[in-house]
């Protein structure tokens, strides 16, 4: 089965780090996507091969968590020559992107009450960022631990926001 495609404007694109970037998109066909923390969209970019081009696509986990469903969040590196990053760090505030519409089995058993261990390094943080907001939107009350490696300190973001969360849901 296909996946149907989505439309959406790009309402921010800003630098987390020196290599990092977060876009947010606002969905504009549909207007709101319904999705479960973990999942992804797909994002067709052109990539160019020994002088071919051809349409390829690029998974990019979201980052916010399913209660936004009027907004979407992507945290990504930039990989030098990337079809994907290049692509996505070029569009500028209200250019429209077109994406296949969120997929994946990535998901959390939100019937299990037991203790949650959360591991990530990089940008991989992306779906677990949208499973820990989730979780607390719907008024979980299992413990969780985060462990998240990078590999230097100019490599943190998202640090203050999950500070914040900790001291607020001890």
Known sequence: MTQP????RVIENKALTHDVKQIAIKPVEPQQ????????ISIEVTEV???VS???????SIASSPEEKEIIQLCFNLVRGGPGSTYLSSLKTGEEISF????????????????????????GIAPLRSMIHHL??????????????????RDLYYQEEFLGLAENHP
């Open 33 to 40: 996507l319904q999705f479960a923390a973990g999942q992804y």
């Open 5 to 8: 495609l989505c439309r959406g």
């Open 100 to 123: 296949f519409y969120p997929m994946g089995y990535f998901l959390l058993n939100e019937t299990s009450t037991r203790d949650i261990l959360f591991v990530a390094t990089g940008t």
């Open 136 to 153: 607390f939107n719907v008024g979980n009350d299992r413990k969780m631990t985060l462990y998240w490696g990078l590999r230097s300190e």
């Open 54 to 60: 051809r349409r390829n696509n690029r998974p990019y």
């Open 49 to 51: 091969k020994e002088g």
